[in-house]
């Protein structure tokens, strides 16, 4: 399974530090359909459910962070790691939706212990370091998510920014004609 996600984009929301959302890889969708075994069933699509958004969980992160819980410790998913890692970052993304960016940190390195390969993940980490100053941190985790995804546009515009804010005219511009040409000719 490919992990993949999708991102709204607001340059000025980064120049400003606002908080942003974070991605939402569509492959979780793809655990709906698991099949569920016990009694509990119901308790573990609506957990489900709300851990991907759905209903009311759309607009309240507590209610993503309670079903995502919830999925991880019914152990469902313990042998579906991309899955497993997946909700993690759901969870994650929630966390930083309500500010609470240390439980977040928590979540985003259990996803990328899971999938030591996942761009997006590097990419949501890094853009909770930016949120929290550690900008150093932030282009590390920048740099892995290009490292795993070469054509990260987005990856290459914040990198970007943060080098020019260091002073790294170079760098930074550059960066941000890479941004600028992965968003023309995506592949």
């Not at 991102?7 to 569509?26: C, T, V």
């Not at 209610?63 to 890692?85: D, F, H, P, R």
Request: charged share 25%; proline share 3%.
């Amino acid at each position: 399974m490919e992990l993949t996600g999708s991102r709204d984009y607001n340059r000025r929301s980064l120049e400003k530090g606002i908080h942003m959302r974070f991605l939402f890889p569509a492959t979780l969708f793809a655990i709906l359909a698991l099949p569920t075994m016990d009694t509990n069933a119901q308790s573990f699509d609506q957990q489900l459910a709300w851990c991907n958004g759905q209903g009311n969980a759309s607009t309240d992160p507590d209610l993503v962070i309670k079903g995502c819980t919830g999925v991880i410790q019914s152990g469902k998913l313990v042998t579906q790691t991309q899955n497993l890692a997946l909700v993690f970052n759901k969870r994650a993304t929630a966390y930083g939706r309500k500010g609470q960016n240390d439980l977040a940190l928590k979540d985003y390195d259990q996803t990328l212990r899971l999938t030591p390969n996942y761009a997006e993940g590097f990419f949501n980490r890094g853009y909770t370091y930016f949120l929290l100053g550690q900008n150093d941190r932030a282009v590390q985790d920048y740099d892995q998510a290009i490292r795993f995804k070469p054509d990260f546009a987005l990856a290459f515009e914040y990198r970007g920014e943060l080098k020019l804010k260091k002073g790294d005219t170079v760098g930074g511009n550059a960066d941000i004609a890479r941004a600028k040409f992965w968003r023309l000719n995506p592949r």
